[in-house]
Each structure stands twice: as structure tokens, then as C-alpha cells.
């Protein structure tokens, strides 16, 4: 079993920034995909962003580009969600998942981001 810890979540003012942090424990393996997904009140859990065990820039919702980057701290088995120009759409539970094969496997319980406007 692979546990994921989600953190960093809070208040924060619209146009500011804000860095959520995803750790995962247990049986890790190198080959994974880690990714970001939200959910807000009233609304379907919706994909934000992605990487790669392998690196690369990650791949994002268009609700994100430009404003989101994602990194991954391979010796620390933790992703990283650096949330910038943040709007008040972007208001919502933040969950990391891990996927090793098929769709995702591994899901944390999740962070709240609350942007005010």
C-alpha cells in the first residue's frame, strides 16, 4: 500500500501564490506518475496537473496553464503544486494521486485551498 499526505493548503488572497505538497510513504516504485486533481462544492473532481517519475515540465488543465507548475522530489517520493495568480475559480479541495498502471491508484485525503477575491 502507498499512503499520500497532502499539505500546504489555505487562505489566500486572489493574485497570490500559494505551494501544496504531496508525500507518499509505504511501497513507492520508480516508474509512477503523480498527479493533482480538485474538487469544488457542487462540482466533479476535475484533473489539474501531472509528472512523471522521469521529470519533464508535467501536463496541466487549461484552467491552469501558465499560473501552476508541478516538480517531483524523486528521493523524497513528494510532488509539489507551485499555485500562482491564484483566482477565486480555483477554490476547492486538493487531492494528489499516484498512478502506476491503468488510472490511479493511490489517493490522498485531500487540502483545501480557499482563494478570497
Known amino acids: 500500500q502507498v499512503q499520500l499526505v497532502e499539505s500546504g493548503g489555505g487562505l489566500v488572497q486572489a493574485g497570490g501564490s500559494l505551494r501544496l505538497s504531496c508525500a507518499a510513504s509505504?511501497?513507492?516504485?520508480?516508474?509512477?506518475?503523480m498527479g493533482w486533481f480538485r474538487q469544488a462544492p457542487g462540482k466533479e473532481r476535475e484533473f489539474v496537473a501531472a509528472?512523471?517519475?522521469?521529470?519533464?515540465?508535467?501536463e496541466f488543465a487549461d484552467s491552469v496553464k501558465g499560473r501552476f507548475t508541478i516538480s517531483l522530489d524523486n528521493a523524497k517520493n513528494t510532488v509539489y503544486l507551485q499555485m500562482n495568480s491564484l483566482k477565486a475559480e480555483d477554490t476547492a479541495v486538493y487531492y494528489c494521486?499516484?498512478?502506476?498502471?491503468?488510472?490511479?491508484?493511490?489517493w490522498g485525503r485531500g487540502t483545501q485551498v480557499t482563494v478570497s477575491s
Open positions: 494521486a499516484v498512478k502506476y498502471y491503468g488510472g490511479y491508484d493511490y
Open positions: 509528472i512523471r517519475w522521469s521529470g519533464g515540465p508535467g
Open positions: 509505504g511501497r513507492t516504485f520508480n516508474t509512477y506518475t
